[in-house]
């Protein structure tokens, strides 16, 4: 059987005028839900996909929103790409994601491409710069909180400084008392954040913080993190668990250890943090903070849709809670 090419087929299929149709694909309107349950069945069957570079002509924004990443290899905000990806296209909207490397050059660029493209909005995860050409677009920031977030910005973000306290914690209750604090990328508020954590819970403890104790990356990587435990080894500074603000430095912690005969939790004690499929494959399964990313998605594209229409919205920061799924690396 021959697949519906047009909007106007489609209508036909489902009893209902192509006004209703284009409603229902635009979530803009009113049509009752067992109206759109039958539309939506409908297009899915067919296959059908709107023309989105036809009504960008007609209404100056294309039906494609930017999402600006600073590592597709991480696999927190691959996840985290992945879920904005699929609601949004779930509503009409086309992504165009643009990986930044950590770069504030590059950065810059992809913004200006992407509001040259007539962009519907943009999602950012980013947490240092803040743009001029943005002023008139939907902007979201997800994950990282803007230094210098306009008003009109957005910003979903975890708590971070809980998170590092929830990790920091468990290694005190296991026992440990030297705990080595591993973060990366100084300008990052999320890290900067979770590091606050971990000085609370220490402070809490009484234990004094030790400088020695506090490592701070140039980069996010298994190697790094490898390469840095290795060093803290052969100078033989002492230290009974770490405390990684990323799953991937938890990995390069473990395997730094591992190559020295230390044994992750018999040894040493490890926590990450985002708590992806990392964790669960890592060593002897790594306890981590993990976040929500489900929520972190849901909200952003609530929200955008929102305002891509021109509603209010009431809230302008959200900061959802995190918790610690405990695993072997920190089980005695």
């Known amino acids: 059987m021959e697949k519906a090419k047009s909007i106007k087929e489609i209508a036909e299929l489902a009893g209902v005028s192509t006004a209703t149709v284009s409603r229902v694909i635009n979530h803009n309107g009113r049509f009752s839900k067992e109206t759109e349950r039958r539309v939506r069945e409908i297009i899915a069957q067919n296959n059908y996909m709107p023309n989105m570079n036809a009504k960008g002509l007609r209404t100056s924004r294309t039906r494609v929103v930017g999402i600006v990443v600073p590592d ?6 691959a996840n985290l790409v ?120 220490l402070a809490e ?32 500074v002492l230290f009974d668990g770490v405390m990684c603000t990323t799953d991937t430095l938890a990995a390069g912690t473990i395997l730094a250890l591992r190559a020295h005969g230390l044994q992750v939790p018999k040894d040493i004690l490890v926590t990450g943090y985002d708590d992806c499929q990392l964790a669960e494959v890592c060593g002897p399964g790594l306890t981590s903070v993990r976040q929500n990313v489900d929520e972190m998605a849901y909200i952003a594209t609530t929200v955008f849709l929102r305002l891509v229409k021109g509603e209010s919205i009431d809230n302008y920061h959200y900061r959802l809670p995190v918790t610690l799924t405990k695993r072997a690396s920190t089980t005695r």
């Open 205 to 236: 403890a009484g234990i004094a913080e030790e400088e020695e104790l506090r490592i701070n990356l140039n980069e996010v990587s298994i190697t790094a993190a490898c390469q840095m435990i290795t060093d803290m080894l052969d100078k033989k």
């Open 72 to 77: 597709i290899t991480n696999a927190h905000f």
């Open 82 to 201: 992945l879920k904005l990806e699929m609601r949004l296209f779930r509503h009409g909207y086309s992504c165009l994601i643009c990986n930044t490397n950590e770069s504030a050059e590059l950065e810059k660029k992809h913004v200006q491409s992407l509001t040259a493209q007539n962009v519907s909005g943009i999602i950012l995860i980013s947490g240092t710069r803040d743009y001029g050409e943005l002023d008139d677009l939907p902007v979201i920031y997800v994950d990282r909180p803007s230094m210098n977030m306009r008003e009109t910005g957005v910003m979903i973000e975890s708590d971070n400084e809980a998170g590092g306290y929830l990790a920091t914690k468990e290694l005190l209750s296991a026992g440990c008392r030297r705990i080595l604090m591993l973060k990366c990328l100084g300008n990052d508020c999320n890290q900067l954040n979770r590091y606050n954590g971990y000085k609370r819970a």
